[in-house]
């Protein structure tokens, strides 16, 4: 059964003149011309933000079109508004519908995708995104791992890379406690160091690296060791020690 969010954005779409039918979508007028959920998305996603509704139904409204469409574009949508004159949206809503679909038991590529490329790279609003979405739950996660809050902070750990160390440092030390979480972690601090905006401080992410409970043959483990050991902070500024390090431990 459809979400009450999906719902109300399938109806939506029907005002537009938009429904789904078998393979895709078609518009009113021309039934014959297939439209992907992609492009509904890039068709009709800001218009969600011009209906005379408040700003925390019309966000509830966009949120139930991602879940509708799963495109990415919809969340961009989302931030072009949040960003805009009539923004921020509020906050409470946002993140709320952020952890509730890092939460569900579903693909949640465009999600993730979108906290790591448009909040998480963003310096201005990394660190509010990255408490929103699990800094400041981290430890009720550790305390008491149910099977939703764990799908959360793996995703949001694995796609972390860009938050800047002394945003994320606290709650990967958290992590640690966990051990179901070590992998995720392991992820996150690979990430930090090959993203291009990705961030580390070498000497602590080697310190929680040797504390993470993995198997041993973990790929790219003793690379990620070698380098952070040599004090290179990202592969992108010396580009050639990732190399060194995979040919030293080969």
């Known amino acids: 059964m459809e979400s009450g969010e999906v719902a109300a954005a ?64 919809v969340t961009c949508e989302i931030r072009f508004e949040d960003d805009g004159p009539d923004g921020p949206l509020p906050a409470d809503v946002l993140w709320e519908g952020y952890r509730r679909r890092l939460e569900a038991d579903r693909d949640a590529e465009a999600v993730t995708y979108s906290l790591w490329v448009d909040w998480f790279e963003d310096r201005t609003t990394t660190a509010a995104a990255f408490t929103a979405v699990l800094g400041r739950d981290v430890d009720r996660i550790v305390a008491g791992p149910t099977p939703d809050l764990l799908r959360r902070a793996v995703r949001v750990l694995e796609c972390s890379g860009p938050v800047p160390w002394a945003v994320k440092e606290p709650a990967y030390r958290t992590a640690l406690r966990l051990p179901a979480l070590h992998p995720a972690l392991f992820k996150g601090l690979l990430s930090s160091y090959h993203d291009v905006y990705g961030n580390l401080v070498p000497a602590g992410a080697l310190e929680l690296l040797h504390r993470l409970e993995l198997p041993p043959d973990t790929r790219h483990f003793a690379a990620l060791r070698y380098v952070l050991g040599a004090g290179h902070a990202n592969h992108h500024r010396t580009p050639d020690a990732w190399d060194e390090a995979v040919h030293a431990c080969s």
């Open 10 to 73: 399938r109806v939506w779409l029907a005002e537009q003149g938009v429904r789904e039918v078998p393979g895709g979508w078609v518009r009113d007028g021309a039934p014959e011309e297939l439209l992907t959920a992609n492009q509904v998305a890039h068709s009709y996603a800001a218009d969600v933000f011009a209906e005379d509704l408040d700003a925390g139904e019309r966000l509830r409204l966009a949120f139930g079109l991602l879940d509708l469409l799963d495109e990415y574009w």
